[in-house]
Nanobody
């Protein structure tokens, strides 16, 4: 079993940057692909980015491509999301998730963090 804890959210002006972290418990972190998702009020949870077990393959939603970067450090049992050029429409609760297979769909992920709020002001 994997427990996930996100950190790094906050309030930032449009055009600014934030870096999110997700710390995982357990010794099997490197067995899991990791994903970042977000959910804005009144909207469904949506895919942001994912990364494979080794960190060598990543994929991004079109809405964040070129602005966000996902990375992981298996020695530190952590995955990160660097967010640059933030826009008001990026405002949401951001979640990290773990699954044995890399996927774009929230329902495929078995383990979730509690989420961290990101608010981008215009």
């Amino acid at each position: 079993q994997v427990q996930l804890v996100e950190s790094g959210g906050g309030l930032v002006q449009a055009g600014g940057s934030l870096s999110l972290s997700c710390a995982a418990s357990g010794r099997s972190f490197s067995n899991y692909a990791m994903g970042w998702f977000r959910q804005a009020p009144g909207k469904e949870r949506e895919f942001v980015a994912n990364i494979n077990r080794s960190g060598g393959t990543t994929y991004y939603a079109d809405s964040v491509k070129g602005r966000f970067t996902i990375s992981r450090d298996n020695a530190k049992n952590s995955v990160y999301l660097q967010m640059n050029s933030l826009k008001p429409e990026d405002t949401a609760v951001y979640y990290c998730a773990a699954d044995l297979k890399r996927s774009y769909y929230p329902d495929d992920y078995d383990y979730w963090g509690q989420g961290t709020q990101v608010t981008v002001s215009s």
